[in-house]
């Protein structure tokens, strides 16, 4: 692409209102379609019950589609097509939104300055997206119940769902809902301040009459609210990150083009794995995102401790967001030092009390919860930590024993016992999960220890996160990659963003396989990782050599200035 030059670098043109007009209303179309497309069953993992009034556009339709369509099971021929259909909507709905970013991230595009207008017809897409998912009859996945089931046990009956299951209180459970809860035999395993957020949506539940499809309104509500709140946030940090105002203490690269801040909103606002995981399955993990958001909004005024909270916060939703703190205690060593001693000594003292400002905040949300060591059971011997899914780590425990056992048995090897295929799983349990956290743990060092300035600590999040989810998660979810979300949004184009976008894709594609396979598929089904992690990974590890050897190529003029939207490498 060729540098920008003339009156458009200087930022004088208007923010590009027909694009945004044009791709927000095929956007909605589109979720117009998913929401014509829920109608049939055959792609829920559980229903959602809906109050009168919001259930009425479902019933309008209904009488206008085949009933042996909204009704047809699971591995049906109905239920293939379905997912043939999906998988032809997922792919409409990346190609206007990639489409889009192609636009908006362009030298041209990104010297126009953004306006209220650009971002109020960002908020509204978004914003009409959402309304459309949120009334959809069913989700993707079953954790909505979950949540509703942990609000309920902690604030209607009384206990710690910590320590209590929801099965325990099937005799009050007159609408069986119950049966739609995956997990009915395991304590929350999220963090106390997602539950005293699930009951307090479980007490507006039962103030409005108890129905559960309040509490799964409720939920679903919440996570379209967070996402609307994190574009807003969103649009505040990209505008301090983009501006030629001083941050991190050093002046900020020229890379002031008006029109990243809005690329980077429209990134992480239109995201079709974030509107459909957020807006139609309601998972919490948008706060994951509203935490890390509001901790670079504080972290770019100046005030680092609440910055340093936000996070903590956030890893009391989910613990995975302790991913990102390591990270951040490393920026608070190299930030410039007060008046007070020397930079090193000022920023060891700062990661002193972010330490202890996290411990203080997890014990205080844990203290209402404690029952001894029980408590934090959950994080130690839940799901994530036993058991394979759809991960890489799965496929390799899956198929490797079979494949061992049949070399051991072509090759006499002994002894008989160890190479046994009932035992090898057993065998392998640990060697799995140990070279998938090492690699990660090589990555998140490689990346943290070089980068002592926010704007390359956010490229060193988006890998660090990229490997744990495609190398380091041996359970694995399609919400997972939402928490991609944010360091794609602010790096801009380059690898990281690529890698990233085409990983919201292919999770997305998981739920034409899971958890429908048909006896057709049931083989592909067994590979499907490979069919998710196969194509970022590639991205991510292959096409960056061809675009190094283009640079080098380029004539000197051209590197001394790169253009915004090839790279936008001062982003990182």
């Not at 920008?4 to 379609?33: D, E, K, Q």
């Not at 829920?44 to 209904?62: I, N, T, Y």
């Not at 909507?89 to 990639?98: C, D, G, K, S, T």
């Not at 504080?298 to 956030?314: D, E, I, K, Q």
């Amino acid at each position: 692409m060729e540098p920008v030059s003339g009156a458009a670098a200087t930022g004088g043109g208007r923010a590009p209102l027909g694009l945004l007009l044009r791709a927000g209303g095929l956007a909605l179309l589109g979720y117009g379609a998913y929401f014509v497309l829920l109608q049939s069953a055959t792609l829920w993992a559980a229903p959602v019950p809906l109050p009168d009034l919001l259930a009425a556009p479902g019933a309008a339709l209904a009488p206008l589609l085949p009933a042996a369509w909204r009704t047809a099971a699971a591995g049906s021929p109905a239920a293939l097509l379905n997912a043939g259909l999906y998988l032809g909507l997922v792919i409409a709905l990346f190609a206007v939104y990639a489409r889009l970013l192609a636009q908006l991230w362009r030298p041209p595009a990104a010297a126009r300055r953004p306006d209220r207008a650009a971002l109020a017809v960002v908020l509204l897409v978004a914003a009409g997206a959402l309304a459309l998912l949120l009334l959809v009859p069913g989700t993707l996945a079953a954790d909505l119940h979950s949540y509703a089931w942990y609000g309920r046990i902690w604030a209607v009956f009384g206990a710690n769902p910590f320590v209590h299951r929801a099965n325990e209180y099937g005799a009050r459970d007159p609408g069986g809902w119950l049966a739609w809860n995956y997990w009915q035999d395991t304590p929350t395993v999220y963090g106390p301040l997602w539950v005293i957020l699930a009951g307090a949506i479980a007490r507006m539940a039962q103030a409005l009459g108890g129905a559960f499809a309040f509490d799964l309104l409720g939920h679903k509500l919440l996570a379209s609210a967070a996402h609307l709140a994190n574009i807003l946030l969103l649009w505040h940090v990209a505008g301090r990150l983009g501006a030629p105002a001083a941050v991190d203490g050093a002046p900020a690269p020229a890379i002031a083009q008006p029109g990243a801040r809005l690329a980077a909103t429209v990134t992480y606002a239109w995201n079709p794995l974030a509107l459909i995981e957020f807006g139609a399955n309601g998972h919490n993990d948008v706060l994951l995102l509203t935490g890390l958001l509001a901790a670079l909004a504080l972290h770019l005024a100046g005030y680092w401790r609440p910055a340093v909270l936000a996070l903590a916060a956030a890893s009391l939703i989910k613990v995975t967001a302790l991913l990102w703190l390591p990270g951040y205690l490393w920026l608070l060593v190299w930030l410039p030092a007060g008046p007070r001693g020397p930079a090193r000594q000022a920023g060891l003292g700062r990661v002193g009390q972010a330490l202890g400002l996290t411990v203080a905040l997890w014990l205080g949300c844990y203290l209402p919860f404690w029952a001894g060591a029980a408590t934090l059971a959950p994080l130690t011997t839940g799901p994530a930590v036993s058991r394979y899914i759809n991960s890489l780590g799965a496929l390799v425990r899956l198929k490797l024993p079979g494949g061992l056992y049949q070399l051991a048995v072509a090759s006499h090897w002994q002894p008989d016992g160890f190479w046994h295929l009932e035992g090898l799983p057993a065998v392998l349990e640990w060697g799995i999960r140990g070279v998938a956290l090492t690699l990660t743990t090589l990555v998140a060092a490689a990346q943290t220890w070089p980068r002592r300035t926010l704007r390359g600590l956010l490229g060193a999040w988006g890998w660090i996160t990229f490997a744990y989810l495609a190398v380091g998660a041996v359970w694995f979810w399609p919400w997972y990659v939402t928490w991609l979300l944010v360091p794609l949004a602010l790096v801009g184009p380059g690898r990281l963003q690529r890698a990233g976008l085409i990983f919201c894709a292919t999770s997305l594609a998981l739920y034409t396989l899971y958890p429908i396979p048909a006896p057709a598929l049931a083989e592909l089904s067994a590979w499907r990782a490979l069919l998710v992690f196969g194509p970022p990974l590639g991205a991510a590890l292959l096409w960056h050599a061809p675009a190094r050897r283009r640079r080098v190529r380029q004539p000197t003029g051209a590197q001394s200035r790169p253009a915004a939207g090839n790279r936008m490498a001062g982003w990182l």
